[in-house]
């Protein structure tokens, strides 16, 4: 019923809160849930998508799991996602969404929002180091409020510059074996990269918009926060497991 990873995530998160058994709201779970309501969860579920829409769209994705993508209780088709949204959770768990957000400062004060006070939120965040964004610069707190300012709805050409140039496929078993990749080779020119943001910026593009690292997170989260963008403060941050390309950050709402 549970991924390896997400019953880690899992287990962790109910570690977290021991006897007490938390209202829990999962973002963008699709088909790789942290928790499911047929295990006794008090969990809804948030995405752009419907279940039915999900599942139409993945039917021939032999990558996807149909029976396990989940019914998704609030359907929101822009950034605006805590408007519609009456209830407070004690958590919010949300696995490689962040790095999608145009406006990651919006989308961490839309889920403090919807927070009760002292509740969690669970971030699952690619570490560069281990990733294809290997060779990609990491993300500044200052381009996070650029982007604030602009109030991107969707990835603008500069992330998809950023997105197209330095993407490049890496062996994961081999960085954890001490040998990285040694040189730079994009997919793209740097001119075909710049062509291609332009021209993907005028839709809504998936891309990751931000790249970290354990310490890079924590970083701009303390910039953001000194800067008066961002009221979550750091709870706890896990460095990325022997042999995966992830790493755990918990933001907590201050009582």
């Not at 963008?28 to 499911?36: C, K, L, V, Y």
């Not at 992330?159 to 730079?184: C, N, R, S, T």
Request: include cysteine; hydrophobic fraction near 35%.
């Amino acid at each position: 019923m549970f991924s390896k990873i997400g019953t880690r995530r899992r287990q962790y998160l109910i570690n977290r809160f021991g006897k007490v058994k938390p209202s829990i709201l999962e973002v963008g779970a699709f088909d790789n849930a942290t928790f499911r309501k047929d295990s006794g969860d008090k969990v809804r579920y948030l995405d752009f998508f419907s279940g039915p829409e999900l599942r139409e769209m993945h039917k021939n994705n032999p990558r996807r799991m149909p029976d396990r993508i989940v019914d998704v209780d609030f359907v929101v088709k822009s950034s605006h996602f805590a408007k519609g949204i009456r209830e407070k959770f004690d958590l919010i768990v949300a696995n490689h969404v962040i790095e999608h957000v145009p406006d990651a400062i919006y989308w961490l004060k839309q889920s403090h929002d919807l927070l009760r006070s002292g509740g969690l939120l669970f971030l699952a965040v690619p570490d560069r180091r281990y990733t294809f964004d290997y060779f990609r610069p990491e993300t500044r707190a200052t381009e996070m409020i650029r982007a604030h300012s602009d109030k991107l709805e969707k990835p603008d050409v500069w992330q998809l510059m950023d997105h197209f140039y330095y993407h490049q496929k890496v062996d994961l078993e081999a960085i954890w074996q001490g040998k990285p990749p040694k040189d730079f080779r994009p997919r793209f020119s740097l001119e075909r990269a710049v062509k291609m943001a332009k021209e993907q910026s005028k839709v809504y593009t998936d891309a990751h918009c931000w790249v970290f690292t354990p310490a890079s997170f924590r970083r701009c989260v303390g910039d953001l926060r000194s800067a008066g963008h961002c009221t979550l403060e750091i709870d706890a941050i896990e460095d990325t497991v022997q042999g995966s390309n992830e790493f755990w950050a918990t933001l907590k709402k201050a009582a």
